[in-house]
């Protein structure tokens, strides 16, 4: 019999766990964002796990209100980054590297 | 046995295990919709219908639209960079391309960060108290009857004033870049008409929204995220968003500006920055709200647009 904040905190942290490795390993600046955003997910997940904790019923509000604010950040970061991947591709780099200088002919 | 509950937790990890491992970008970015809309069934399991509401339009919704078309405008360079087949799990360069040592450091990273968290999760009590209690005895005095929106604007709401800065920031970011040929949407009759149909809908919600956020789940920037999502229909189905000038660079910063212009107003009259007089507080979070939403959906629309039709 598993509780659900721990339930919810370990998926939590695998999750971030699967988006660290995501960021490392994957070479693909889009495949890095999107396990950036898979570990945020992960931490939001684990805070409000957490937040479940408070006896009575109702959850703890303030975790919620950072999490809150926490995925508008996150999606304003993959906003703002996918914008600058364009910029770097339109100036002949590429997405696997961030090389932005021609090859000498 | 919570039999629902572990189900969505293993579906969780195995969508985003497929996520980060699928072999196409364009699956890459699919099934991340998925996982955000997996997400948000799980922020309704742990009683957080405010995040279920944002997860659902910003984490999946908005993020997943971004991720394909920055996956479709990058296929249509004339270079490639939709990374072929091979693109499998190799090592970024400066690593010095070997695959052992940078699956180590992952393992080891991996194991330190899950290992950590994990005990740290199990070992903790089952039951806290956290800061309801001190967030219920002053509910009252907060101007609003959801705690979660008091917490978001009133208590915490130097953190909500960073925030509505950093979208402010992503919004200006978006104007810097030059002009550049934008991936050209053909509109679809369907879809026109489909947009004409749901956008009232959207705007409806939106406002409603706003109006329940201070007694329910709901505020500022779930009605925000919705006008975002119409704009975004819009332009999807052929609106051009009007040239930059004035009025644009007005919604932009309103947000900002309306919450600055209440904290220093404070100061002005005697209290702490962003201080509210007893009774005002409710009128003044309105008024936030509504510079705040129109700013978060100006700015989502923004960003979704990338920068067309608003060059410096």
């Known amino acids: 019999m598993i509780s659900l904040p721990t339930l919810y905190g370990l998926t939590g942290v695998l999750l971030a766990g699967i988006g660290l490795l995501a960021l490392v390993l994957r070479a693909h ?28 019923g109702a959850p703890d509000p303030v975790p919620h209100a950072m999490v809150l604010t926490g995925i508008v950040v996150a999606v304003s970061v993959t906003a703002v980054a996918l914008l600058l991947l364009h910029q770097i591709a339109s100036s002949g780099g590429d997405a696997a590297s961030t090389e932005t200088d021609r090859p000498a002919p | ?55 659902a339009a910003l984490g999946a919704g908005v993020t ?35 695959l052992l040592g940078a699956i180590a450091l992952a393992a080891v990273l991996g194991v330190v960060l899950v290992g ?5 999760v199990v070992s903790l009590p089952g039951e806290a108290v956290g800061l309801r209690p001190e967030v219920e005895a002053r509910l009252e005095a907060s101007g609003v009857r959801h705690p979660v929106t008091a917490v ?28 550049r040929r934008e991936l050209v949407l053909r509109p679809d009759l369907q879809l026109t008409s489909l947009v004409r149909f749901v956008d009232p809908i959207l705007l409806v919600t939106a406002a409603y929204l706003l109006w329940a956020g201070s007694r329910a789940p709901g505020g500022a920037f779930q009605a925000g995220v919705l006008l975002g999502a119409g704009a975004a ?55 936030i709200e509504v510079g705040g939403t129109l700013s978060i959906g100006y700015a989502l629309m923004l960003l979704f647009q990338r920068g067309r039709g608003a060059g410096a």
């Open chain 1, 29 to 56: 600046a889009i495949r890095k964002l999107v396990g950036l955003n898979i570990m945020g997910s992960g931490i939001f997940l684990l805070m409000i796990a957490l937040a479940r904790r408070a006896p009575g």
């Open chain 2, 1 to 55: 046995m919570p039999w629902f509950d572990l189900g969505l937790a293993a579906m969780l990890l195995w969508f985003a295990g497929h996520a980060v491992g699928a072999r196409r970008l364009h699956a890459s970015a699919t099934v991340y919709i998925c996982f955000g809309l997996l997400l948000t069934l799980a922020w309704v399991r742990l009683d957080a219908p405010d995040l279920a509401l944002a997860e």
């Open chain 2, 64 to 98: 997943g639209a971004l991720l394909l078309k920055a996956i479709a405008s990058l296929g249509s360079r004339p270079v490639p960079l939709l990374v072929p087949a091979h693109d499998a799990w190799r090592v970024h360069e400066p690593l010095g391309g070997r």
């Open chain 2, 116 to 120: 950590a968290l994990g005990m740290a």
């Open chain 2, 152 to 179: 978001l604007l009133n208590f915490r709401g130097f953190d909500t004033l960073l925030e509505i800065v950093v979208i402010w920031i992503a919004g200006v970011v978006c104007w810097t870049f030059p002009r």
């Open chain 2, 233 to 287: 229909l819009r332009l999807m189905a052929g609106e051009v968003l009007p040239k930059a000038g004035v009025i644009p660079r007005f919604l932009l910063s309103l947000g900002a500006l309306v919450f600055l212009t209440v904290g220093v107003a404070a100061v002005l009259t005697g209290l702490p920055f962003l201080g509210y007089g007893p009774g005002d507080a409710g009128t003044w979070l309105l008024v």
